[in-house]
């Protein structure tokens, strides 16, 4: 992964300086190797060895100064008694001698109670520590997190970085498409080469959506058979791509399967909006919503041009309706 060697370099020469801090914020769009540089920062600490770069698949960390928190699976955030969980852990001393670890992500899913009880210990961890917080979408952690972390960015790499890690994965496949379909991330790329079918399909009938072509019912009955999150999340990353073309120019839609001549009639205010509904549906717990009513909802209101685009939560939580529905 030598599109991470300008963030691995600054933190060797910090290492050779005695200038490592505490805590490290990782952050940048989903899918470019931040996990992957959180462990090879975590694995280097406990080992002293930083001679590599990150690598992919990420192997395991078994150490007993290692921790790791991340959102169980029967929860759709990280709470506040995992941070003290982890707080606890910090207190004892280092088995091995060279500090403790913990890595967290993704730490935009922390809960208010959670990040205000990590604040101290970032500023002041017990003995010679490293937290490690990697974040997709960073703009939600709070301000008091930020002021406590140093932050190392990754962004997208060079298309040509991005195909050479590919083709070391697997040589010979669709990664052209693969890569077009991640819009750059190589990481993302590799996981949705299994899965390229249903996007071509999922891209196919978004866009019949949008021009009217194809009814919205049927497209959101055959998408709630698959996995929601994996629908929530490919669903997100197109909308968020279009939105930036439309705004930095056709340049910015390689890979993008929607029209943005028909976008750019939309409001571009309603895009955000339409958005950030799409992100509270993937930031909600599993089995919180209808998924089927959900992908209805918003495939029609992608073909009404977002016209109509009013929604509220209900007593239930993300069961949406339109406000004006709800009023009536």
Same mark, same amino acid.
């Given at each position: 992964?030598?599109?991470?060697?300008?963030?691995?370099?600054?933190?060797?020469?910090?290492?050779?300086?005695?200038?490592?801090?505490?805590?490290?914020?990782?952050?940048?769009?989903?899918?470019?190797?931040?996990?992957?540089?959180?462990?090879?920062?975590?694995?280097?600490?406990?080992?002293?060895?930083?001679?590599?770069?990150?690598?992919?698949?990420?192997?395991?960390?078994?150490?007993?100064?290692?921790?790791?928190?991340?959102?169980?699976?029967?929860?759709?955030?990280?709470?506040?008694?995992?941070?003290?969980?982890?707080?606890?852990?910090?207190?004892?001393?280092?088995?091995?001698?060279?500090?403790?670890?913990?890595?967290?992500?993704?730490?935009?899913?922390?809960?208010?109670?959670?990040?205000?009880?990590?604040?101290?210990?970032?500023?002041?961890?017990?003995?010679?520590?490293?937290?490690?917080?990697?974040? =997709?979408?960073?703009?939600?952690?709070?301000?008091?997190?930020?002021?406590?972390?140093?932050?190392?960015?990754?962004?997208?790499?060079?298309?040509? =970085?991005?195909?050479?890690?590919?083709?070391?994965?697997?040589?010979?496949?669709?990664?052209?498409?693969?890569?077009?379909?991640?819009?750059?991330?190589?990481?993302?790329?590799?996981?949705?080469?299994?899965?390229?079918?249903?996007?071509?399909?999922?891209?196919?009938?978004?866009?019949?959506?949008?021009?009217?072509?194809?009814?919205?019912?049927?497209?959101?009955?055959?998408?709630?058979?698959?996995?929601?999150?994996?629908?929530?999340?490919?669903?997100?990353?197109?909308?968020?791509?279009?939105?930036?073309?439309?705004?930095?120019?056709?340049?910015?839609?390689?890979?993008?399967?929607?029209?943005?001549?028909?976008?750019?009639?939309?409001?571009?205010?309603?895009?955000?909006?339409?958005?950030?509904?799409?992100?509270?549906?993937?930031?909600?717990?599993?089995?919180?919503?209808?998924?089927?009513?959900?992908?209805?909802?918003?495939?029609?209101?992608?073909? =009404?041009?977002?016209?109509?685009? =009013?929604?509220?939560?209900?007593?239930?939580?993300?069961?949406?309706?339109?406000?004006?529905?709800?009023?009536?």
């Amino acid at each position: 992964m030598k599109w991470l060697s300008t963030q691995c370099d600054r933190w060797r020469e910090a290492q050779a300086r005695d200038r490592v801090p505490h805590a490290v914020l990782i952050a940048g769009p989903p899918g470019v190797g931040k996990r992957a540089l959180a462990s090879w920062m975590a694995a280097g600490k406990l080992t002293g060895d930083f001679a590599s770069l990150p690598r992919y698949p990420i192997a395991a960390i078994e150490h007993a100064d290692f921790h790791r928190v991340s959102i169980p699976e029967d929860k759709s955030s990280i709470g506040v008694d995992q941070i003290r969980a982890l707080i606890g852990e910090f207190s004892l001393t280092s088995y091995v001698g060279r500090g403790k670890v913990a890595i967290i992500e993704p730490a935009q899913k922390m809960t208010a109670s959670a990040a205000n009880a990590l604040l101290k210990t970032l500023e002041e961890p017990a003995g010679d520590a490293l937290i490690i917080l990697v974040a =997709d979408r960073a703009g939600r952690l709070p301000a008091t997190i930020f002021s406590r972390c140093q932050t190392v960015s990754v962004g997208t790499p060079a298309e040509t =970085d991005a195909l050479e890690f590919l083709e070391s994965l697997s040589p010979g496949r669709g990664w052209v498409e693969a890569l077009a379909t991640s819009h750059g991330a190589p990481v993302a790329a590799a996981e949705a080469i299994e899965r390229l079918d249903e996007i071509r399909d999922m891209r196919e009938a978004l866009a019949g959506v949008l021009d009217r072509r194809l009814d919205p019912i049927p497209v959101a009955a055959k998408w709630s058979k698959l996995d929601p999150p994996f629908v929530l999340d490919w669903l997100a990353s197109e909308i968020q791509a279009a939105v930036k073309a439309t705004i930095c120019g056709e340049k910015w839609a390689t890979g993008l399967g929607l029209d943005t001549k028909t976008l750019a009639h939309i409001d571009r205010r309603k895009l955000f909006c339409y958005l950030d509904i799409i992100n509270r549906l993937r930031a909600s717990a599993k089995g919180s919503f209808n998924v089927q009513v959900a992908f209805e909802r918003l495939l029609i209101d992608l073909a =009404d041009g977002l016209k109509r685009l =009013d929604w509220t939560y209900t007593p239930r939580g993300l069961d949406y309706v339109r406000a004006a529905e709800n009023r009536a």
